[in-house]
T-cell receptor, first 114, second 112 residues
Framework: AQSVTQLDSQVPVFEEAPVELRCNYS??????LFWYVQYPNQGLQLLLK??????LVESINGFEAEFNKSQTSFHLRKPSVHISDTAEYFC????????????FGGGTRLMVKP | ETGVTQSPTHLIKTRGQQVTLRCSSQ?????VSWYQQALGQGPQFIFQ???????GRGNFPPRFSGLQFPNYSSELNVNALELDDSALYLC???????????FGDGTRLSIL
């Protein structure tokens, strides 16, 4: 069985400040890890993924996440946030295959203030 | 490249009714998964279809059923609707069981 814990339900931050959204997982098999972003009244957009290889993965809009196997974590970071980053962020894990069922965390609402 | 499309976008039903939600997978994708997202929560896996066969199921009762068609589009059917079925229903498609999934914008189902 797999589970995902997002430790913060809401993260308020000022524009241009750095941010970290925390994600911890548990799984009995090798995992694939994902971050999805959800804007209001929309579906989920894949932000970045860890499938194999380098433990540091980056997205095109400045986010990065690091897979830490010993701490079973996959925290999401951005050095400088914008107002447009305001959204709900979901960490997810799948086991066995990257396309298998995704187990999601409860989400973290990032609120960027001017 | 057309992404994952879902219809309808919104739907209102009453308890006991039946509903069918539809999903067109992204071009080149042959797996479709369905998720239920209750308000304020993360999505929960309902089931996945791969090449028209069910390829995994989450903890949902049998009144949740599905189909995948030869063109890889899919339907989610829910019978005997209950108030707790009110949620955003998300469809996701992928190039195969070992490839990441891409989501549509969902169908918001309200049960009165």
């Amino acid at each position: 069985a797999q589970s995902v814990t997002q430790l913060d339900s809401q993260v308020p931050v000022f524009e241009e400040a750095p941010v970290e959204l925390r994600c911890n997982y548990s799984s009995s098999v090798s995992v694939y890890l994902f971050w999805y972003v959800q804007y209001p009244n929309q579906g989920l957009q894949l932000l970045l993924k860890y499938l194999s290889g380098s433990t540091l993965v980056e997205s095109i809009n400045g986010f990065e996440a690091e897979f830490n196997k010993s701490q079973t974590s996959f925290h999401l970071r951005k050095p400088s946030v914008h107002i447009s980053d305001t959204a709900e962020y979901f960490c997810a894990v799948s086991g066995g295959n990257a396309g298998n069922m995704l187990t999601f965390g409860g989400g973290t609402r990032l609120m960027v203030k001017p | 490249e057309t992404g994952v499309t879902q219809s309808p976008t919104h739907l209102i039903k009453t308890r006991g009714q039946q509903v069918t939600l539809r999903c067109s997978s992204q071009s080149g994708h042959n797996t479709v998964s369905w998720y239920q997202q209750a308000l304020g929560q993360g999505p929960q896996f309902i089931f996945q279809y791969y090449r028209e066969e069910e390829n995994g199921r989450g903890n949902f009762p049998p009144r949740f059923s599905g189909l995948q068609f030869p063109n890889y589009s899919s339907e989610l059917n829910v019978n005997a609707l209950e108030l707790d079925d009110s949620a955003l229903y998300l469809c996701a498609s992928g190039r195969g069981p070992n490839q990441p999934q891409h989501f549509g914008d969902g169908t918001r189902l309200s049960i009165l």
